[in-house]
Structure formats: structure tokens, C-alpha cells
């Protein structure tokens, strides 16, 4: 069994936890620090990044998430998720939580009525993934560890950096799961690999 948490400060908590429902997954909302200790895997959600980021330091999250990654745990972000978790954004001195080495745009897909749904190839998962685009950063710049794993009108939507995974749009709100079974794998490999060491 493995334990999967959802950072639950804001944003769409329970869709993630929808779709990472499988055999031999526990999973768990967080609201308290003392929780990540826990847990082997965590997802940082879609929602509003600044917002997000008040929050995090409200309730003391910003050190205990730093070590949850230096502990080479999973971790994976989207929309908001994926912008907390970039080493560096664009117009600003630095990321927030400096997880990714890459650099992203905040709502560079446009506003909320600009918000749309379309079918990506996404690296190791499939090449019809349905994948809903709203207020979305995009990643402008990746570092030589980070994989691309899938890209929109040649613009790139989301990376794998180890144990790491990140994508601009929302999976938790289609009906296909297949972009969280390939995080939950990812968990369960680093599990075993930390079993075996």
C-alpha cells in the first residue's frame, strides 16, 4: 500500500482525489504539516499560485514541502501546482518552492474565458490525453535533467524530472485517470527503489 497525499489549501482538491483512486493507493487530504511525514507521494493542486503561496507560509508548509522533495519524494504539480514547484517564473527574482528547473509563465494561455479543452500525446501515457487549459502557465525553459513529456502548438505543457512531474492544464477534471496511474506508478517505483537501498 502506498500513500498518496493532496495538498489541501486550496484549489480542486477533490477531483484529484477522485482521480487518483486505485488498488493499493491510500489517499489523503492534507491540512496539517505533521501529515507529509506520512505520505509517499504528494499532488499540489490547481488554483490561484499566489493565494496558494500565502497559505503555505500561513500554515507553515513552505520548509516541511522543501525537505518532502530534498527526500527525493514524489511530488506532482498542476496549473498552480506546476508554477509553485518552477525554479524560476517569468518577471520575478524566483520561484516559490524551486523544485523543477524550469521557468514559467503565469496565465500565459489567457484569461478564464479563454480557457479550452484539446487532445495531447503525452510521453509514456498516450496519444489521445484529454487536457482542459485554464488561466494556464506555460513552461518557456527547461534545464538539461528535465524530460518533456508533452507539448501544445510546440509550446511545452508538461515535464518529468525524476520523480517529479508537472503539467500546465487539469487532469483531475476529465473522467481519464491515466495521467495520475502514471504519477502512482512513479510513487510506487521510488518506494520500491527506497525499499531495495
Known amino acids: 500500500m502506498i500513500k498518496i497525499g493532496v ?14 483512486q486505485a488498488p ?13 511525514e506520512y505520505l509517499d507521494g504528494l499532488v499540489l493542486p490547481g ?11 500561513k500554515y507553515h508548509f513552505f520548509d516541511p514541502l522543501k525537505e518532502f522533495s530534498k527526500a527525493g519524494k514524489p511530488m506532482f504539480g498542476t496549473c498552480a501546482g506546476l ?20 521557468e514559467v509563465e503565469r ?20 496519444d489521445d490525453i484529454m487536457a482542459l ?22 509550446e511545452i505543457v508538461a515535464v518529468r524530472q525524476n520523480q517529479f512531474l508537472a503539467c500546465s492544464f487539469h487532469p483531475e477534471l476529465t473522467k481519464d485517470t491515466r495521467f495520475h496511474q502514471y504519477f502512482v506508478d512513479i510513487v510506487k517505483e521510488t518506494k520500491a527503489k527506497c525499499l531495495n537501498t
Open 107 to 126: 496565465n500565459a494561455f489567457g484569461r478564464q474565458r479563454e480557457s479550452f479543452e484539446a487532445e495531447l500525446m503525452v510521453n509514456g501515457i498516450g
Open 47 to 57: 488554483g490561484e499560485s499566489t493565494a496558494m503561496r500565502r497559505l503555505i507560509d
Open 24 to 36: 493499493g493507493v491510500e489517499v489523503v487530504i492534507v491540512k496539517k504539516v505533521e501529515q507529509l
Open 83 to 102: 508554477i509553485l514547484m518552477a525554479k524560476k517564473l517569468v518577471g520575478e527574482d524566483a520561484g516559490h518552492l524551486d523544485i523543477i528547473d524550469m
Open 133 to 154: 487549459f485554464i488561466r494556464a502557465p506555460l513552461i518557456k525553459r527547461v534545464g538539461s535533467d528535465v524530460e518533456i513529456i508533452s507539448k501544445y502548438n510546440g
Open 7 to 20: 495538498l489541501a489549501l486550496q484549489g480542486a482538491v477533490r477531483e484529484h482525489i477522485n482521480s487518483l
